[in-house]
């Protein structure tokens, strides 16, 4: 399993740990809350009408039927009341007294209940032993939403109890409280879950999302690209990768100077074959003209063991830049333009003719030097392969946000065996003049730059005849 997955996965059962209980209480406990919420205020109406009777059985004014006519008048009214979803249109609250016998001397329900012995219902016996006295009793046994809750108060007269006044409710109302609260309470939890699912996603995505880019970034070192080291943040995550970065810079340092010392050695070793050769056959007695050119061989390898060395360092400089030291503002025109008038000798040497298409002003950003170093390989390569009296195509052309600077001859073209090899090192082709190959760095330099610059370069047959080479740059 993935590491987003478990993460996700602990989240959600850390939520189902954390909120599924508590929800699940609230709902169970949900009524009883409620019948909180009524018992409190039924204590003190109770309280308040033990005084009011036991005021008047003090002066001998206690008078049941009045009391009746209170309550006929009270069940009568007919009004609206809106609490919040639910409308209440009628009163639905019963009281009964009883003497300090249990006996029933009033009850707003009924005068028939009147005489009644009441002693033995819980509200009344603790009422009268001075305790808080209340119950919960059904209408129906069948049915648990017909519960009425009863909370009784004592009357005191000179002291001592004389009666107990009863105040009861009927849960009918809680029950549709309920009936509204449940639903909302639920679709609460599931908006909640919804949230906590689309929060754990995020989680898991927020905290993968740098592992993901090390990830990316190692997969690409390991397929020899140079990719910019991602943003890991400050956390563990990001010191991990830079702990990674200092391993592969490290690891890359001793195979770099492993692998350039092998590929120097390898070429180097042709050119010093022939200078010690010549240097042997010097050391016998031989024509003047033929020591002249075994000294020409001589100088001839030398220089091209210098040339070597210089590009070598040249690139390996290169290569190990990440950013460019030195970046401004590039007419990239007047660079090809200055190349140009720099290859003048050699292309009326070989009478080529350069057909161009530059436009006025087109800006770049990036190091003159390595532009102009980079320009001028491809323009020699393009020299170099071209036949005597042959044409050169120069172009520069805007594309989306780049610019696109081509170069196509007319030589041999590129053989399908050299096709995958020709930015290699060391890689060359025999030019066709001389037969002679180049160093092979020079395709490897112009890659390295357009790199550098956030560019590429490809080189490609024309259908027609030669190639055409092509440098894609940022457009500023």
């Not at 308040?48 to 005021?55: E, W």
């Not at 009863?166 to 009918?172: F, G, L, M, N, S």
């Not at 592969?248 to 070793?269: F, P």
């Amino acid at each position: 399993m993935k590491l987003g997955a478990r993460i996700f996965f602990c989240y959600m059962t850390i939520f189902l740990i954390c909120f599924y209980f508590p929800i699940d209480f609230v709902l169970d406990n949900l009524r009883t809350r409620y019948l909180e919420g009524v018992e409190d205020p039924l204590v003190d109406q109770a309280n308040i009408l033990a005084g009011v009777i036991g005021n008047e059985m003090a002066a001998g004014r206690f008078d049941p039927n009045r009391w009746h006519a209170v309550f006929k008048n009270v069940y009568a009214r007919d009004f609206s009341a809106r609490i919040y979803d639910f409308e209440k249109r009628g009163v639905d609250m019963s009281v009964y007294v009883t003497d300090r016998a249990g006996r029933v001397l009033f009850d707003s329900t009924s005068e028939k209940n009147t005489g009644k012995d009441y002693s033995k219902w819980r509200d009344v016996r603790l009422s009268l032993s001075g305790k808080y006295g209340a119950r919960t009793s059904r209408i129906d046994e069948n049915v648990p939403t017909s519960s009425v809750l009863y909370v009784a108060a004592p009357i005191w007269v000179a002291e001592e109890i004389n009666g107990v006044v009863t105040v009861a409710k009927p849960t009918t109302n809680i029950n549709n409280f309920l009936k509204s609260a449940k639903p909302q309470i639920s679709k609460a939890g599931m908006l909640a879950a919804t949230a906590a699912v689309l929060l754990s996603l995020f989680a898991s995505f927020w905290v993968t999302r740098p592992i993901k880019r090390l990830t990316h970034y190692a997969d690409e070192v390991r397929r020899g690209k140079r990719v910019p080291f991602p943003r890991l943040g400050r956390t563990e995550i990001g010191e991990m990768g830079s702990a990674f970065e200092k391993m592969k810079v490290a690891l890359e340092g001793k195979n770099y100077v492993e692998h350039y010392v092998q590929t120097l050695t390898h070429e180097i070793k042709s050119p010093l074959s022939a200078i010690r050769g010549a240097a042997e056959l010097m050391e016998e007695k031989m024509e003047p003209a033929q020591r002249s050119r075994f000294l020409s061989n001589i100088r001839t390898e030398a220089n091209r063991v210098q040339e070597l060395v210089e590009r070598m360092l040249e690139l390996s400089e290169l290569e190990t830049l990440n950013i460019l030291r030195k970046v401004e503002r590039i007419s990239f025109p007047s660079v090809v333009k200055t190349i140009i008038e720099s290859k003048q000798p050699m292309l009326v040497q070989k009478q080529l003719k350069i057909d161009s298409q530059l436009p006025d002003e087109i800006i770049v950003n990036g190091d003159s030097f390595l532009l102009h170093q980079a320009v001028g390989n491809l323009i020699q390569n393009a020299v170099d392969f071209s036949p005597a009296g042959g044409r050169i195509g120069l172009k520069v052309s805007e594309q989306k946000h780049q610019i696109a600077f081509s170069v196509a001859d007319d030589g041999p073209g590129i053989p399908d065996y050299a096709q995958k090899k020709v930015f290699e090192k060391f890689f060359s082709l025999q030019r066709p003049d001389s037969g002679k190959k180049s160093t092979g760095l020079g395709l490897n330099f112009v890659k390295e730059v357009a790199h550098l610059h956030g560019g590429a370069v490809r080189l490609e047959n024309r259908p027609e005849k030669g190639v055409c080479a092509t440098l894609t740059l940022p457009l500023v």
